[in-house]
Nanobody, 127 residues
Framework: QLQLVESGGGLAQPGGSLRLSCAAS????????IGWFRQAPGKEREGISC????????YYADSVKGRFTISRDNAKNTVYLQIDSLKPEDTAVYYC????????????????????WGQGTQVTVSS
């Protein structure tokens, strides 16, 4: 059974940092494009960062570019999202997703078409 489990969310102050983890079980994460998405209350889900299965190519939404860093450790079957310079508008539930690499990493991130999703982890940025 394919399963993704996010962790690392919580309450952080503006300007602070968090590292989210997405651990996969039941499949080899290295064969999949992995995406991080977020959804704030009353807003649509946003594809914020994705990393390709093969060459490590990455995509970042303009809203997070320069502050978020996606990385993967295939040996640990885990993908990470380093979040720096947190802003209150980063408050959202963050989800990771895995999908077969049938399109470019940017196209997949923008479309949000992924086959497997985690349950999400809450990130709250507040002073």
């Amino acid at each position: 059974q394919l399963q993704l489990v996010e962790s690392g969310g919580g309450l952080a102050q503006p300007g602070g940092s968090l590292r989210l983890s997405c651990a996969a079980s039941g499949f080899t994460l290295g064969y999949y494009t992995i995406g991080w998405f977020r959804q704030a209350p009353g807003k649509e889900r946003e594809g914020i960062s994705c990393i390709s299965a093969s060459d490590g190519n990455t995509y970042y939404a303009d809203s997070v570019k320069g502050r978020f860093t996606i990385s993967r450790d295939n040996a640990k079957n885990t993908v990470y999202l380093q979040i720096d310079s947190l802003k209150p508008e980063d408050t959202a539930v963050y989800y990771c997703a895995a999908g077969l690499p049938f399109r470019s990493v940017q196209a997949m991130c923008v479309s949000g078409i992924f086959g497997s999703w985690g349950q999400g982890t809450q990130v709250t940025v507040s002073s």
